[in-house]
Antibody, heavy 121, light 103 residues
Framework: QVQLVQSGAEVKKPGASVKVSCKAS????????LHWVRQAPGQGLEWMGV????????NYAQKFQGRVTMTRDTSTSTVYMELSSLRSEDTAVYYC??????????????WGQGTLVTVSS | EIVMTQSPATLSVSPGERATLSCRAS??????LAWYQQKPGQAPRLLIH???TRATGIPVRFSGSGSGTEFTLTISSLQSEDFAVYYC?????FGQGTKVEIK
């Protein structure tokens, strides 16, 4: 069965960076784009960006350009999302989610369990 | 950038009643619209894609309709497990969510 398993919760100080991992299993890793979506406490869902695990190419939301880096390791079927220059407003749960239809951005069919990142001095 | 607007923000419904949730796009999105359910402490779950196609395993009481700019998610007879927040989604944009609560 398809699973996306994310790394554990993180606590970071303002200005630091965080790197969250998402390990995929149960399907061919390179056949599906993976997106990152975040959710601040009590708020809605916000799209951050996407990575094509096959070629490694990425597309980031303008809001995060220059601060976010998404990478992948095909040997372990894992994608990573690194966010730098953290501020308190980055406190959120970060989700990875699979794009069912090869990067159409239309259907996010499987989701990781979420990783809480807390930014606090 | 397309903006997705959901209404109402909160919907109070009694178990067994019908719930109707709306999502409006700022410009036409054809039928490229999905709905997700999210319960507290859980990741979102795909309910509907292509505006009206139920995802695998989703009960028939959930139905989606609409195209262009106006979309509706209907839950025909609310069960206790349906009280949650529902989001519509198009490409890189999510609506702000509708919370369905017990009346």
């Amino acid at each position: 069965q398809v699973q996306l398993v994310q790394s554990g919760a993180e606590v970071k100080k303002p200005g630091a960076s965080v790197k969250v991992s998402c390990k995929a299993s149960g399907y061919t890793f390179t056949s599906y784009y993976l997106h990152w979506v975040r959710q601040a406490p009590g708020q809605g869902l916000e799209w951050m960006g996407v990575i094509n695990p096959s070629g490694g190419n990425t597309n980031y939301a303008q809001k995060f350009q220059g601060r976010v880096t998404m990478t992948r390791d095909t040997s372990t079927s894992t994608v990573y999302m690194e966010l730098s220059s953290l501020r308190s407003e980055d406190t959120a749960v970060y989700y990875c989610t699979r794009d069912r239809d090869w990067g159409t951005f239309d259907i996010f069919d499987y989701w990781g369990q979420g990783t809480l990142v807390t930014v606090s001095s | 950038e397309i903006v997705m607007t959901q209404s109402p923000a909160t919907l109070s419904v009694s178990p067994g009643e019908r719930a109707t949730l709306s999502c409006r796009a700022s410009q036409s999105v054809s039928n490229n619209l999905a709905w997700y359910q999210q319960k507290p402490g859980q990741a979102p779950r795909l309910l509907i894609h292509g505006a009206s196609t139920r995802a695998t395993g989703i009960p028939v009481r959930f139905s989606g309709s609409g195209s262009g700019t106006e979309f509706t998610l209907t839950i025909s007879s609310l069960q206790s497990e349906d009280f949650a927040v529902y989001y519509c989604h198009h490409k890189k944009t999510f609506g702000q969510g509708t919370k369905v609560e017990i009346k």
